[in-house]
């Protein structure tokens, strides 16, 4: 009975942390286009709500357009 258990919190878990994954994939998307769109780095991070370092990273791995 406890193995079911700790499975079904181990599906769970793993269910969540791709949640996760998908919302900073859309975030980091979001962030390359508006950084085309001319926004500051500073404003992109506040306006995603994530450290200026990630949207850095996020944007030195993409050539954007400008």
């Not at 599906?11 to 085309?36: H, P, T």
Request: net charge negative.
């Amino acid at each position: 009975m406890m193995g079911l258990f700790d499975q079904e919190k181990a599906v769970e878990q793993f269910g969540n942390e791709k949640k996760e994954e998908g919302k900073l994939e859309s975030k980091k998307e979001a962030a390359i286009n508006m950084k085309a769109e001319g926004l500051p780095e500073s404003m992109i991070a506040k306006v995603l709500d994530v450290g200026l370092n990630i949207v850095q990273e996020w944007i030195a791995g993409t050539k954007v357009a400008r």
